[in-house]
Nanobody, 128 residues
Framework: QLQLVESGGGLVQPGGSLRLSCAAS????????IGWFRQAPGKGREGVSC????????KYRDSVNGRFTISRDNAKNTVYLQLNSLKPEDTAVYFC?????????????????????WGQGTQVTVSS
């Protein structure tokens, strides 16, 4: 199984920003589509965004579109999720996941079973 490590979470006030990173070791991330998911307490895991291998295809859930930006730097073997204009309802544990198929080009990009490997997550808390 691939090893993914998320970082960059923290406590931020409403309207603030964070940048999450998803790094891989011992394998090349550019062979995979990468998805970001989040899970709030008492709720299911939901898809936030995805990016395909080349970075030319990206998708977002409606509630974050225009506020979050996904990108990848294959030279650094890292995928990023820039979170801007954060709201209390964005509070959750954020996970990145890797898919060796074509999930980000399809309508099933936010389905957790499409992804083969997951990181441990990083906590994002938006509160004043």
């Amino acid at each position: 199984q691939l090893q993914l490590v998320e970082s960059g979470g923290g406590l931020v006030q409403p309207g603030g920003s964070l940048r999450l990173s998803c790094a891989a070791s011992r394998f090349t991330l550019d062979n995979y589509n990468i998805g970001w998911f989040r899970q709030a307490p008492g709720k299911g895991r939901e898809g936030v965004s995805c990016i395909n291998r080349s970075g030319r295809v990206t998708k977002y859930r409606d509630s974050v579109n225009g506020r979050f930006t996904i990108s990848r730097d294959n030279a650094k073997n890292t995928v990023y999720l820039q979170l801007n204009s954060l709201k209390p309802e964005d509070t959750a544990v954020y996970f990145c996941a890797a898919d060796s198929g074509s999930s980000c080009a399809s309508g099933s990009w936010s389905v957790t079973s499409q992804y083969d490997s997951w990181g441990q997550g990083t906590q994002v808390t938006v509160s004043s």
